[in-house]
């Protein structure tokens, strides 16, 4: 099945940076999506983009299908931007047409 | 407009007990998917079903059931509960079967003891 690697693992920021995420696929994927899990454990809808550039205030992100790879760009970072971030994709190709999430990375953003 | 909606929120059982969670999906999404996710791991996928019919599975032993009703939302089953059960479970929801744009609810914590 398709392997789905995030990086990195883990960052820390200092409120008001930059940062980039990088989501990996090791094959061909019809949706990707990028979820940031609160605290409470939700996981919010960041991105619907299986292909192109989409932003969202001072978020944003670009998915590159056919090099199989998606990022998310977080500017001028707040401390309620801190959890985990999750890439999920989907592969019409196979038995089911689940979410197949990423490793994940986990943000702290310090005041 | 309503979101997914789950419940319970937390949950406390013991092993050997059976338990149902329930979700109800967007208005006029048709499909609804069942995640279960462990502390520090991704969500893994349990089920998947659109129009009352199931349309995926995970690896999961059959202790694992679910099912979905005319009106779309959907309960899990678990019987037999180990202490491994316990995890967060998510609902998502989704307009088509093709599980575009997924939607989650705010998950239901079991802690099986």
């Known amino acids: 099945g398709i392997q789905v690697e995030q990086s990195p693992p883990d960052l820390i920021l200092q409120e008001g940076a930059n940062s980039t995420l990088r989501c990996n696929f090791s094959d061909s994927v019809n949706n990707l999506q990028w979820f940031h899990q609160n605290p409470w454990g939700q996981l919010i809808n960041l991105f619907y983009i299986p292909s192109g550039t989409k932003q969202n205030g001072r978020l944003s992100a670009t998915t590159v299908a056919t090099e199989r790879y998606s990022l998310l760009y977080i500017s001028s970072s707040q401390t309620t931007d801190s959890g985990v971030y999750f890439c999920a994709v989907v592969n019409y190709g196979g038995a089911t047409n689940k979410l197949i999430f990423g490793t994940g990375t986990l943000l702290a953003v310090q005041p | 407009d309503a979101g997914v909606t789950q419940s319970p929120t937390h949950l406390i059982k013991t092993r050997g007990q059976h338990v149902t969670l329930r979700c109800s999906p967007i208005?006029?999404?048709?499909?609804v998917s069942w995640y279960q996710q462990v502390l520090g791991q991704g969500p893994q996928f349990i089920f998947q079903?659109?129009?009352?019919?199931?349309?995926g599975r995970g690896n999961f032993p059959d202790r694992f059931s679910a099912r979905q009703f005319p009106n779309y939302s959907s309960e899990l089953n678990v019987n037999a509960l180990l202490l491994g059960d316990s995890a967060l479970y998510l609902c998502?929801?989704?307009?088509?079967?093709?599980?575009?744009?997924?939607?989650f609810g705010q998950g239901t914590r079991l802690t099986v003891v």
């Open positions: 998502a929801s989704s307009p088509d079967r093709a599980n575009t744009e997924a939607f």
């Open positions: 208005s006029g999404h048709k499909s």
């Open positions: 079903y659109y129009e009352k019919e199931e349309r």
